[in-house]
């Protein structure tokens, strides 16, 4: 069996998933560009989220949350782990095809209840016409993820974090191919979503073939494996449906304002990169790594994976939150502001990114510590500390929106986030001393929070001096990169200087990815 090296995992993954986030990034440009906040985008994104949102059910989310530890201790010991992910294949196959059909019949119901401020004008029919199209996609990303799993816990983990990377090429191509025929962008951007998630499922289907793990359809049969399995899955279901409904209350309560969807659709996907680079390539990595530990009993290397990962996700978590909060505005104008999306439009989501900042740490910190609960079978708890979230993120989004209007579902799931990390940590104490971090993490965290803050205070004397550069189109970009750069060479050189990490098992780890 092939031995996970946790350090280099995370950086394999990290590296791939960095590449889907920027062409990602690049996607949401060309959105912003050639459609821009308004009617099509606002309908759009509350489109695409339906399939996105019941992935957190069937794809990465619980099913996996079920699957992964399972299927890493069977393969551990040796216990047929094949014929119990062939098993997991021909369920969640069945699972999922009969809601895709349940959808098609509801669509409208799905949008009026996830965008209830659509109702009434052309936004609402938009949406539900998109929606038929794009959720289909729930299908093929489903069957990756159990794929991506199956690779994960065997310690192969490139072909399924590049997976991701086909979508963002795919779309992007399609609506450049747009632009460039004279045709609806909108259309060729909705139509190549199913057709990406085909990619998708061709690409980690061939590399789980590879690995010498054979799975086929076939007809699902509710074996007492397939029974435990589901026992577990049904609360990280619960779960992963709390924050699924955080989401749609933050939507519900921005779709009451033109543009707001697409504002704050905008600041998620800028925190959503290293929350994206460092929380996914955490809990992709962690999750089966703990499982086997735990398995053979190996607390001191479970406590030893955890602790190693908390600190590759302080490395460049604390950065990126610093960073939100001292230059938000340089970052939004450079990167989106261009054809549709202008100065107002500008404002109002580098408003939301330096909110999303402040609970940036949290979110990254939830990816860490659920899996402590995950390898130990445990999707209870998570699911109890999820609903008490749900309740802080709904109070203070109906609650504050007459007081900040739209900007409340931001503050709202920056909160929920911070005591979602609260009640985790709380209940990982009963786990013992595997579940705690060890001497060498206390010791580098604090100087990981110094560096970042000696990276913030010269990145805001740069934008205080030559904040003027962002308004000159020739300069804008040049700026940009020229404080990125800046704040890599500070943070590594003041992290380096006070002990906050080793360029050296930077070195180590990416000789081994």
């Known amino acids: 069996m092939k031995p996970i090296r946790l350090l280099s995992g995370m950086f394999t993954v990290g590296f791939w998933t960095l590449a889907s986030r920027i062409l990602g990034f690049v996607r949401e440009i060309l959105l912003t560009a050639f459609i821009g906040p308004g009617p099509v985008m606002d309908a759009f994104v509350a489109a695409f989220r339906l399939p996105n949102m019941f992935r957190r059910f069937f794809a990465e989310g619980a099913f996996n949350a079920a699957f992964v530890p399972m299927f890493s201790k069977r393969l551990e010991g040796g216990d047929n782990a094949e014929a119990f992910a062939q098993g997991a294949f021909n369920l969640l196959a069945a699972a999922v095809l009969a809601l895709v059909g349940v959808a098609m019949i509801f669509m409208p119901a799905l949008v009026w209840i996830t965008a209830e401020g659509f109702y009434g004008d052309e936004r609402f029919d938009l949406a539900v016409g998109y929606g038929y199209v794009v959720f289909p996609y729930i299908l093929f990303m489903s069957l990756a993820a159990l794929f991506s799993g199956v690779l994960n816990a065997t310690g192969r983990f490139a072909a399924a974090a590049a997976a991701p990377v086909l979508l963002n090429i795919f779309a992007c191509s399609a609506m450049i191919a747009g632009a460039v025929s004279g045709g609806a962008v909108i259309d060729w951007l909705i139509w190549v979503i199913p057709v990406a998630g085909v990619a998708q499922l061709a690409l980690v289907w061939g590399a789980t073939e590879r690995a010498g793990i054979r799975i086929r359809p076939g007809l699902p049969r509710l074996t007492p494996e397939m029974r435990h399995m589901f026992r577990i899955a049904i609360p990280a279901a619960l779960a992963m449906g709390v924050t699924q409904v955080n989401l749609v209350v933050g939507q519900l309560v921005a779709s009451k304002t033109e543009k707001a969807v697409s504002w704050l659709f ?3 996907r800028l925190y959503q990169l290293p929350l994206g680079v460092v929380g996914i390539a955490v809990g992709i ?55 549709h999306f202008g100065a107002d439009d500008t404002a109002a989501t580098a408003l939301a990114v330096a909110i999303y900042g402040v609970g940036l740490p949290s979110f990254m910190l939830q990816k860490l510590l659920q899996p402590l609960y995950f390898a130990r079978e445990n999707t209870k708890s998570p699911f109890r500390f999820a609903l008490v979230a749900m309740v802080v993120n709904a109070g203070l989004a109906f609650g504050l929106y007459p007081l900040v209007g739209w900007l409340a579902p931001a503050i709202a799931a920056s909160a929920a986030g911070w005591v979602m990390v609260a009640l985790l940590a709380i209940g990982a104490r009963r786990m013992g001393d595997v579940a705690r971090f060890d001497a060498r993490f206390h010791a580098r965290a604090w100087r990981i929070v110094a560096a970042s803050v000696v990276m913030g205070v010269a990145l805001y004397a740069v934008v205080q001096v030559f904040g003027w550069l962002f308004a000159v189109p020739t300069w804008r970009y040049l700026a940009l990169l020229g404080l990125v750069v800046l704040a890599a060479v500070v943070y590594f050189a003041a992290g380096q200087v006070m002990g906050a990490f080793r360029m050296s098992e930077f070195k180590r780890a990416l000789r081994r990815s």
């Open 266 to 268: 905008a600041a998620d």
């Open 285 to 339: 990595v962690l999750l089966p790594d703990l499982s086997r530990r735990l398995r053979a009993g190996d607390d001191d290397g479970a406590r030893n994976a955890l602790s190693r990962a908390g600190e590759f996700s302080l490395l460049l978590t604390i950065p990126s939150t610093v960073a939100f909060l001292v230059m938000p505005l340089p970052l939004v104008s450079v990167l989106f502001e261009r054809g």
